[in-house]
């Protein structure tokens, strides 16, 4: 599958902004956002395990946004806009994922549809 179809089919279900105002550490490096985590459930029931290019892609998305979300919080924002998030960063962190243990299958289908040696 391409990666615009994949991301099409699964950003529509994040909503457009979530807060994170309730953010907080956690131990010493450790970040938690409960608005994010709880977008992701359902954002997560909502696509289904069905097609395991948009179950993972339901959780690229979840980290590039925990990542940014972490980052505006200590910048004092209380939103994140998840429609702001590089969308390159995504591509980038979604190949690094295929490549984790059992997405073998996933990643050279992955590669020939967006033809990537």
């Known amino acids: 599958m391409k990666f615009e179809d994949i991301y099409n089919f699964t950003?529509?279900?994040?909503?457009?902004?979530?807060?994170?105002?309730?953010?907080y550490k956690?131990?010493?490096?450790?970040?938690?956002?409960?608005?994010l985590s709880g977008v992701w459930h359902k954002v997560g029931r909502k696509v289904?395990?069905?097609?395991?290019?948009y179950e993972l892609m339901t959780w690229t998305?979840?980290?590039?946004f925990h990542c940014e979300g972490k980052n505006l919080f200590?910048?004092?924002?209380?939103f994140l806009s998840t429609r702001k998030v590089s969308k390159d960063k995504i591509r980038k962190r979604y190949f690094k994922n295929?490549?984790?243990?059992?997405?073998?299958?996933?990643l050279e289908k992955y590669k020939k549809s967006n033809s990537i040696k």
Do not use: C, D
Not at 26 to 35: A, R
Not at 61 to 64: G, H, K, R, S
Not at 74 to 78: A, F, L, N
């Open 11 to 23: 950003i529509k279900y994040w909503p457009e902004r979530i807060l994170i105002k309730n953010g």
């Open 26 to 35: 956690v131990g010493k490096s450790g970040f938690m956002l409960p608005s």
């Open 48 to 53: 289904g395990i069905k097609n395991p290019f």
């Open 61 to 64: 998305m979840f980290n590039a």
């Open 74 to 78: 200590e910048e004092g924002r209380t």
């Open 98 to 106: 295929l490549h984790g243990e059992s997405w073998e299958q996933e």
